[in-house]
């Protein structure tokens, strides 16, 4: 989130909402306390609703910040649930405008997949998606195969939608955000105070012995991909995800509209790019 806002003050990308996978208790506010940190405390806030993955960090940053920083989201209740926000927003955007990035699990993907008309549109969802969604980047998968925490956690949601989506797909796999440690910079910069996301890297990389010179950087690759393409930073592969119901993957090279990432640029060059927008400090409007 802290990279999508800093790509939103640069002019790059206009966020139309913000949307969680997950049933934390924590979800909805965490959102709202870095969407205020970021002077845009009005950004609509999605939670997934009906059977869903529970999972709250297991480093309790979650909870250490919705304590220590300004938010009007208390709990998730006060949100939407995001069927409906996706269904609301898509309805109202111009055709073939929008990209939907997705760094969790493909939960609201496969309720919008499955979606029938309602107040906001005439269109199921699969209708409504081919016509207002541009692309959908993930980052989820191993290339060319394995299996990926955000795939494999909903198995079922993640089959309906890389078996079914109606646009191109762009796939930031795990290998990829692996090799890019992030987040050391942050954490030592003086200058960052009173920072939601210095406070959540402070806490979570002295817990884990593989973060010693950062945090792998899987959800960072793809909202970078998500706003500015792949290029320079990385080639694609076409082809076509295939997910098993044990939630593994395997790459279809003879399919057509699905894409992973390849390393291009250097991975220290994507890390300095990375850390640097994390680093971004708000902007007042």
């Known amino acids: 989130m802290a990279v999508l806002h800093a790509l939103a003050d640069s002019g790059s990308v206009k966020i139309l909402a913000t949307i969680g996978s ?10 709202d306390v870095i969407n205020t940190y970021f002077h845009r405390p009005n950004i609509p806030i999605g939670v997934v609703g009906g059977r869903a993955v529970n999972l709250a960090a297991w480093q309790s940053w979650d909870s250490l910040l919705v304590a220590n920083y300004p938010h009007d989201t208390k709990s998730n209740a006060q949100a939407e649930t995001a069927l409906a926000l996706y269904r609301r927003l898509l309805a109202a955007q111009a055709d073939q405008s929008v990209t939907i ?26 209708a409504l998606i081919k016509k207002k969604v541009k692309r959908l980047v993930c980052m989820a998968g191993r290339f060319p195969q394995g299996k990926e925490f ?25 290998e990829i955000g692996q090799a890019i440690y992030t987040g ?21 990389i002295p817990m884990a012995k593989e973060d ?13 991909v998500a ?4 290029d320079p930073y990385y080639g694609v592969i076409e082809g076509r995800f295939v997910c098993a119901e044990d939630g593994s993957n395997r790459w279809d090279e003879q399919g057509r509209g699905h894409f992973y990432l390849v390393e291009k640029m250097a991975v220290d060059q994507v890390k ?14």
Request: glycine fraction near 6%; proline fraction near 6%; charged fraction near 20%.
């Open 227 to 230: 706003v500015k393409g792949h």
């Open 101 to 126: 990035v997705t760094v969790g699990f493909l939960t609201n993907l496969a309720d919008l997949l499955l979606s029938k008309p309602d107040r906001y549109s005439a269109l199921n969802g699969m």
């Open 150 to 174: 955000n795939v494999d956690r909903d198995p079922v949601s993640s089959k309906i939608v890389f078996d079914t989506w109606p646009t191109v797909i762009v796939l930031s796999g795990w």
């Open 184 to 204: 050391l910079p942050l954490i030592q910069n003086q200058g960052i105070q009173n920072s939601p996301i210095k406070a959540a890297f402070v806490k979570a």
């Open 272 to 285: 300095d790019l990375l850390d640097r927008l994390m680093m971004h400090q708000p902007i007042k409007k």
């Open 212 to 224: 010693a010179g950062g945090r792998m950087s899987w959800d960072q690759t793809a909202v970078l």
């Open 22 to 31: 997950n049933q934390s208790r924590y979800l909805a506010p965490v959102m």
